[in-house]
């Protein structure tokens, strides 16, 4: 079985600066995908990044980029020049790419990231 | 584009009663739909995948007989939480996809918030 661990409950930083939230996971899949999902106040979850475990090069969204380290089975998420509106719950997610449970979305429980004025 | 609702937002209901909770997607069509479980300040756990004109595949120790789910377009999936009880508040979030893969990304919806009395 899969697992995701997220082992920072609660993060802050201070606006403007970068912080790092840390993921592992635990598979024997050879294929899948990881994801960072963010929750805001208002609940909806937003896909922020995503890489595809195949592909070597980390992937990257504006501010956002994470660190994949496939052996080490550890997938960081990295947001510089934090905004207040980046303040959520910072979800780390795996979906294995093949098999029955494809596309079926394993959670870990979360960050919460408060950014500071 | 990608936008995906539920109705309603929140609900209170007796125990006893039967709730049905509306997931539709405004401007594509889901082939897949999921339904997610968040209790309070914990992840996200996948109770069922649906695919459109198909049974529903249901996760490990969800009922499928309490939690009847039905995906009768590309447009429209409900969960329907049968002779509800206090245990069965939640948050109940569903989400959408153009396919099952993995590389489909899943487009959430707002969540519902089901509170049993």
């Known amino acids: 079985a899969q697992t995701v661990t997220q082992s920072q409950p609660e993060m802050s930083v201070q606006e403007a600066e970068t912080v790092t939230l840390s993921c592992t996971y635990d598979?024997?899949?050879?294929?899948?995908?990881l994801f960072w999902y963010k929750q805001p106040p208002s609940r909806q979850m937003i896909l922020v990044i995503r890489?595809?475990?195949?592909?070597?090069q980390n992937a990257t969204e504006n501010r956002f980029s994470v660190n994949f380290q496939k052996a080490a089975k550890s997938f960081s998420l990295k947001i510089s020049d934090s905004q207040l509106g980046d303040t959520a719950m910072y979800f780390c997610?795996?979906?294995?790419?093949?098999?029955?449970?494809?596309?079926?979305?394993?959670f870990g429980k979360g960050t919460k990231l408060s950014v500071k004025p | 584009g990608a936008v995906v609702s539920q109705h309603p937002s929140w609900v209170i209901c007796k125990s006893g009663t039967s709730v049905k909770i509306e997931c539709r997607s405004l401007?594509?069509?889901?082939?897949?739909m999921f339904w997610y479980r968040q209790f309070p300040k914990q992840s996200l756990m996948l109770m069922a995948t649906?695919?459109?004109?198909?049974?529903?595949?249901?996760e490990q120790g969800v009922e499928k007989d309490k939690f009847l789910i039905n995906h009768a377009s590309l447009t429209l999936s409900t969960l329907t939480v049968t002779s509800a009880h206090p245990e069965d508040s939640s948050f109940y979030i569903c989400?959408?996809?153009?396919?099952?893969?993995?590389?489909?990304?899943?487009?959430f919806g707002p969540g519902t918030r089901l509170t049993v009395l």
């Open positions: 890489q595809e475990a195949y592909k070597q």
């Open positions: 997610a795996f979906a294995p790419a093949i098999g029955g449970s494809q596309g079926n979305l394993i």
């Open positions: 401007d594509f069509q889901a082939t897949t």
């Open positions: 649906s695919n459109e004109g198909s049974k529903a595949t249901y």
């Open positions: 989400s959408a996809s153009r396919g099952g893969a993995a590389y489909n990304e899943q487009f």
């Open positions: 598979t024997s899949e050879s294929n899948y995908y």
